[in-house]
């Protein structure tokens, strides 16, 4: 069964959303949400990206980061998917209560239900890139292996 998600407000899956309200420290600084994060990394070390990380809410910071009057790092196109690994990793280390939401959709594909967006979701068509549902299927994979090294063949946790 694939799992679809989009607002923050669906249960249990909205937590999945970039705009869902669980914060995390990362480089440093203490990011909101990770859609704070993600815009703000478009203009890496400018003014405009701490106005965003700054910004009081997740569509409030994505609106400043889509301005196209301030000019994207040139990198930006090939470090894109990385800064959004780096976000939903950070995410979902930070915070247990949606590790288990995201360890508990098994092996199943996540798609973001979005109409508007085919590159991070599944676009108008259905068969967009869906890299947002990509990153959090791979997130998934690396916290359970995580999870398996700390527990020993028992299930348990392992004495030191």
């Avoid at 890496?44 to 994505?62: V, W």
């Amino acid at each position: 069964m694939t799992i679809y998600f989009y607002g923050v407000d669906e249960v249990p899956y909205g937590c999945f959303s970039n705009f869902s309200n669980h914060g995390f420290d990362l480089d440093g600084v203490w990011w909101p949400t990770s859609e704070h994060y993600f815009q703000a990394q478009k203009f890496k070390g400018t003014h405009h990206a701490d106005l965003i990380r700054r910004a009081r809410t997740p569509l409030r910071a994505a609106e400043l980061g889509r301005d196209s009057s301030k000019p994207l790092r040139r990198d930006w196109e090939r470090v894109k998917d990385d800064v959004m690994r780096r976000a939903v990793a950070t995410k979902f280390r930070a915070h247990a209560d949606i590790r288990v939401i995201l360890l508990s959709t098994g092996d199943e594909e996540i798609v973001e239900d979005t109409t508007t967006d085919h590159y991070w979701g599944r676009g108008r068509t259905g068969n967009g890139k869906n890299m947002l549902g990509r990153i959090l299927v791979c997130t998934r994979s690396q916290l359970r292996a995580e999870l398996a090294e700390t527990l020993d063949s028992d299930g348990r946790r392992p004495r030191r």
